[in-house]
């Protein structure tokens, strides 16, 4: 209990420390989490409105594909991204092994069955008669699936809110492929593993606080916006 | 009689080889009101969908305004018919925005005409209301505002104001026949209630098993029916 006490102050005297690897590290874990959740947001939410929108025989197996993508382990991730940017690997031209790159591509694969899927689950949830309703009104095309993912949204912005959640807390994946490199590929939750490993359980727990408290500003922020929906 | 807005020729809907709709033949003329009933699984709504251009004929034509539609029809012409459903389906957001909605689908602003169309159908104190905390008889008189508001040439009600107590069936009644009479609106109704018909439509056709049975006027269809199935129905004596 006094560890934890201690590591909850330990953590309000880091963040007001100004200690430039404290910030360097928030900073990269922010970086790699918000470019992962971007560019899977980016193919994931389309790709969910056309599997709800669509009536294709193969959905089915699609969904259970993604479905099963939704509980992936992130090492089992980290391992196939490993083996793919390694030397040896089909992508090992690109040299992203333990940089940066590296761990938003695996952070990628990790959110975009969370994203597609529950999308895809929240389009579904939409009322059909709503389609024919506003085609009745005039709606070409487009704007029927416009009008479509404009009810979702609150789904929408869940599944993004489950993604952000999902990757922000990983460590499997980004350990294994970014390697926990001081200065370089370093983020919160690989840097909480190091500090345990080393005994330095304040500081891991200060780190912790600091993680919880960036994935609650993170979600209030998203809830926000999900009121305002 | 004015000129035929709407000639049904031997249309036939089918789904999964059942037959819906087989309608050897209809006119829908400018400018009326004119009711369809029938009980419950008789093809009357199918019918208005097919009116609407939101199904396609399995065979047969619709001619409408002197054009034979088949195949793709352009949206210039699919934005001169709306249906306002028997069970309103209202966007997340407030009645005016609902209201405005397919003003804003032609690119047009939401002006004034959403206020005085929101205050015909006597919601002005609601306007920036939720529309999902209406109550069934409000949600209804958005989802006939947002009909009107477009200024539609021909309007489909389906089954408008089933499940509606008299106070809202009143009214709903008296904008569709202002609707009409002020601005010519071809208006078709669909309706299993004959003494709705009969307050508002001049023609009335009964459909039984998808078939249009009968059509004539109203004092003829409802005092000396030639058919004894529409005999039947309109004595409420038929068994479906």
Redesign the interface.
């Known amino acids: 209990m006094d560890e934890l006490t201690r590591g909850f102050f330990q953590a309000i005297q880091l963040i007001f420390s100004a200690d430039p690897a404290l910030y360097e590290i928030i900073f990269l874990s922010l970086r790699v989490t918000g470019l992962a959740l971007l560019v899977s947001t980016a193919i994931g939410v389309p790709v969910g409105a056309a599997l709800g929108l669509s009536n294709i025989r193969a959905r089915g197996f699609i969904t259970a594909l993604l479905y099963t993508g939704m509980g992936l382990p992130p090492v089992v991730v980290g391992l196939f991204v490993y083996l793919m940017l390694s030397r040896s690997g089909p992508f090992g031209v690109f040299g992203w092994l333990f940089t940066p790159s590296a761990m938003i591509v695996a952070q990628i694969i990790i959110a975009f069955p969370l994203v597609s899927g529950l999308t895809m689950a929240a389009v579904q949830g939409v009322?059909p008669?709503?389609r024919?309703?506003?085609?009745?009104?005039?709606?070409?095309r487009a704007?029927e699936v416009w009008?479509v993912l404009?009810?979702a949204?609150l789904g929408v912005i869940a599944a993004i809110v489950a993604a952000f959640g999902g990757i922000i807390s990983e460590v499997g994946a980004v350990m294994l492929v970014g390697g926990n490199i001081e200065g370089k590929t370093r983020v919160l939750t690989t840097a909480i593993v190091l500090n345990t490993r080393t005994g330095e359980f304040s500081l891991a727990i200060a780190l912790g606080v600091i993680l919880l408290a960036l994935a609650f500003l993170a979600n209030v922020a998203m809830l926000r916006l999900q009121g305002k929906? | 009689m004015s000129a035929p807005i709407y000639r049904v020729e031997n249309l036939r809907k089918e789904y999964e080889r059942r037959v819906v709709v087989d309608v050897e033949q209809l006119e829908i003329y400018a400018g009326e009101i004119f009711a369809v009933v029938g009980p419950s699984g008789a093809g009357k709504s199918t019918l208005l969908r097919l009116l609407n251009f939101l199904e396609t004929p399995t065979y047969g034509q619709i001619v409408y305004r002197d054009r034979v539609l088949d195949g793709h029809i352009p949206i210039e012409t699919r934005r001169q018919v709306t249906t306002v459903f028997q069970r309103p389906v209202l966007l997340r957001a407030g009645v005016r925005d609902n209201v405005a909605y397919g003003l804003g689908l032609r690119g047009q602003r939401a002006d004034g005409r959403v206020d005085e169309i929101i205050a015909q159908v006597g919601l002005q104190a609601l306007t920036y209301a939720s529309a999902h905390k209406l109550s069934g008889g409000e949600m209804q008189r958005v989802a006939l505002a947002r009909a009107l508001v477009i200024e539609p040439r021909v309007l489909l009600l389906d089954e408008p104001t089933a499940n509606l107590d008299p106070y809202n069936v009143g009214l709903i009644e008296e904008i569709v026949r202002e609707q009409n009479r002020a601005r010519g609106t071809t208006i078709v109704l669909v309706t299993h209630n004959v003494f709705q018909a009969k307050r508002l439509a001049p023609r009335v056709g009964l459909m039984l098993n998808g078939r249009v049975i009968e059509v004539g006027n109203t004092q003829q269809f409802f005092d000396a029916p030639h058919d004894p199935r529409t005999a039947a129905f309109v004595r409420g004596e038929m068994v479906y």
């Open positions: 009322d008669a709503l024919l309703q506003v085609r009745s009104l005039g709606a070409t704007q009008a404009r009810e949204r929906s």
